[in-house]
């Protein structure tokens, strides 16, 4: 083995436990590892913004600055580093820190079979520099609040509210004993989402879907809402990846805050959930 791919292969290993780590939200750990890869890779863009988040979720706004600015330096494009520094431009601006990951991020979360889980944009969202407190993949909580569904941060901050529609039947469900998780997916005040994953359904709904529209009982396959990348580098990544989806995205059905898409996606698209036609599904189920 050469040399060269004798570093490549370091460098691999050493980016899975970089992964890994930030997975744990081990981000002391996450920092000193893509350091490595830096010293071996000067260049290495991915592990400079994974550098950048991993200091930044440490309150280290200014070197985490310094580590998008490096990237912005050779793609002066890469969306990655622009939203880094954005949210970063936030939190100095009003002179706070970010809420810390301190949950462990599960992907199988937001991977369900179809109408189990769904991708709801939050309307009337918090500031800016509120949601800029908070990073794809935080846990969130779900509150009935005057009749609608409130998101909020685990610190109790509130973030938005779901769509009425949407909200209404998930707080009818939840009182009858259903059960959600819930994790921000984009802090963009613009498209603020989150998603929302029924884990256990009472008995009493047990001929209700949580997220109703484009379900198929013969589907057996389960489908990722979120793209692999989104756990690698966070949702910046995930909406890098989306830019040739959003006409797609502007789909959604109207109203509903549900994202919709069409089956031609593949396994890392997100998936079809549709709420057209919830009120007639409701009039079926009674």
Known sequence: MTPTSDTGLRIRALADQAVAAALESDWTRASDLNAKILEAAPDD?????????????????????????????????????????????????????????????????????????GILRMINPAPPHILARYSAGAECQLKEQEGLMAIHARDGELLG????????????????????VAAIVSNDQQNARVAIREVLQSVENSSRISFPGHHRPAETKERAYIKGNFFRFGRDADEDGDEDSDEAEEGTTEGSGVETGDESETVEEPLIVDTGDEDAEEEEEE
């Open 45 to 117: 863009i991915e592990a400079r913004n994974r550098m950048g988040r991993a200091l930044l979720e440490q309150g280290k706004l200014e070197e985490a600055k310094a580590s998008f600015a490096e990237v912005l330096k050779v793609e002066p494009y890469n969306s990655i580093a622009i939203r880094g520094s954005q949210r970063i431009g936030q939190l100095l601006e009003h002179h706070t820190k970010p809420t810390v990951t301190t949950s462990r991020t599960q992907p199988r979360l937001f991977i369900e079979d179809m109408g189990k889980t």
């Open 161 to 180: 509210f779901l769509e009425p529609k949407v909200g209404r039947r998930l707080i009818d469900l939840i009182r009858t004993g259903n059960q959600y």
